[in-house]
């Protein structure tokens, strides 16, 4: 069973390495972490006030009911279809695995299948991963798959034993060929960030890093940015913004 909390798009990829590309988003429900230091305030479907990520309608279980429960790869890619049809590219589009955290369901066989199917009929497909979880590459398809890696620092308030698995980013930079590293930080934690993204590029195989600007608005993306972005300068790491957000606020379905 593989749970959808929605799939989207074409839109364009609002970060990371591939920023600005037309892409459809598969999301995920569920994830290992709540982050609950990213304090983006939600309140649930039975009226109770929280704290995560700003993709907390896809990480909280309280919003199960309204996830999509596919019993095969292919329902999933019937519903994709409906959405590269919409347009006529002269290319594949991208497809983007993302969640709460896609990584939960890696062992699944109808996940794999909707990897491989992807990969095979030519398309980009990136995975959106905190990456603490483990995983093995056992198929050639695998290899092809781009890890778009944003692995939480302590202002995600995660315990570091759970939020840092260096096996699985080694696995993952050891088995494909442009995956990367990207940090969301705000302003107020660039001292602490560095120490500890200097401490975790310096155990594991080397890539590119990306920092990103904390917020779920534009407003805060604004408040944040200059400072990463010196951050970035003065460190050798590349500065993403977010877009999506920059555009749409924290909208879903764009």
Not at 135 to 152: G, P, R
């Amino acid at each position: 069973m593989l749970e959808i909390n929605e799939i989207f798009g074409p839109t364009i990829q609002g970060e990371g390495k591939l920023v600005g590309t037309p892409s459809i988003f598969i999301r995920f429900g569920k994830c290992n972490f709540s982050c609950v230091g990213f304090a983006v305030e939600y309140e649930t479907p039975s009226g109770i006030k929280k704290c995560a990520c700003d993709s907390y309608y896809a990480v909280d279980t309280e919003f199960k009911d309204t996830w999509t429960k596919y019993k095969s790869y292919e329902e999933i890619v019937d519903e994709v279809n409906k959405l590269i049809n919409i347009f006529q590219y002269n290319y594949k589009i991208d497809i983007v695995i993302t969640g709460g955290e896609p990584l939960l369901y890696w062992n699944k066989k109808e996940f794999q299948k909707l990897l491989e199917h992807y990969i095979n009929d030519g398309h980009n497909v990136t995975i959106e991963t905190n990456a603490s979880l483990n995983l093995n590459f056992e198929h050639e398809y695998q290899k092809k798959l781009l890890f778009s890696m944003s692995v939480k620092l302590s202002n995600s308030l995660e315990p570091i034993k759970k939020r840092i698995n260096k096996e699985t980013l080694t696995k993952i930079l050891s088995n494909t060929k442009d995956s990367y590293l990207k940090f969301v930080i705000g302003k107020d934690f660039l001292t602490q960030a560095k120490k500890e993204i200097i401490e975790i590029i310096k155990e594991i195989p080397k890539c590119e890093v990306y920092l990103m600007p904390l917020g779920d608005t534009a407003e805060e993306i604004n408040k944040n940015c200059e400072e990463v972005i010196n951050m970035a300068i003065q460190n050798g790491f590349k500065y993403c913004d977010r877009l999506h957000i920059r555009v749409w606020d924290n909208k879903r379905g764009v």
